[in-house]
């Protein structure tokens, strides 16, 4: 697991998160996948990626080339959109934001609906963009960083 905040989740609660995982996919609670979740295709390996901690068990199966599109956002976001406009318009990475404050901003900011499936730049209301903007201003300019525990630990 990266040394990375991602989220606002700590390297920690990203740890915990894929320890959790590993373990369900080893006890067979959860089924290995085979498909990337995002591009479709069956590679050799394939990994997990999760954007809400605190429900590892929700991690989406992805290959590795997704997997590197979708952390290099932070940088390039141009050849992000790029990247995820020939793929499911309903998938459910659309709507991750490319937006660096995002690594460290608690995931509840980010994403004020929940999940991926809300954005502020694809469909998200005035209101919901406004307070969302607030919620995020405020958040920068106070003392960093946030500590999240796993829920059910």
């Not at 690594?103 to 609906?113: A, C, G, M």
């Not at 307070?131 to 201003?137: D, G, I, T, W, Y």
Request: charged content about 20%; hydrophobic content about 30%.
């Amino acid at each position: 697991m990266s040394g990375n905040w991602y989220n606002g989740f700590s390297p920690a609660d990203r740890t915990k998160g894929a320890n959790l995982l590993r373990r369900a996919l080893r006890e067979g609670t959860v089924l290995p996948a085979s498909i990337c979740s995002m591009c479709g295709r069956v590679p050799s390996g394939l990994g997990y990626h999760n954007e809400d901690y605190r429900k590892p068990l929700t991690a989406y199966p992805i290959c590795r080339r997704c997997h590197y599109a979708i952390h290099i956002r932070f940088r390039r976001p141009y050849y992000w959109r790029e990247f995820i406009a020939p793929l499911d318009r309903n998938g459910w990475f659309q709507n991750l934001t490319p937006d660096p404050a995002s690594l460290y901003r608690p995931y509840d900011l980010t994403y004020p609906e929940g999940g991926t499936a809300h954005s502020l730049l694809t469909g998200g209301s005035y209101a919901t963009c406004r307070q969302s903007v607030a919620h995020n201003l405020a958040y920068l300019f106070s003392p960093m960083p946030f500590q999240i525990e796993v829920a059910g630990e």
